[in-house]
């Protein structure tokens, strides 16, 4: 082959691989879309019912997190000499 005929190929094939690299790129971003989505639907979509009202994922973690940091709080507050 010539350098000139090798040069233009690899330039050809350099194009489709470009090309494959973004249609990849985009494959990746729209999975990556669709699992964030799901995940934010799954944390705060609300699910579960107590005390007669609907709590989410994230509403359960936060009063959780309350209850230990009140917990915490009394603790630390203690007078104990």
Known sequence: MTPRLTRWLGGARGRIAAADRKRQRGQAVT???VVIFV???GLFTPFFSL????YSVYMMFFEAFEIYIN???TVITLPIP
Do not use: I, N, P
């Open 31 to 33: 999975e990556y879309v």
């Open 39 to 41: 995940l934010a639907f």
């Open 51 to 54: 005390d007669g009202e609907r």
């Open 71 to 73: 917990s915490f709080h």
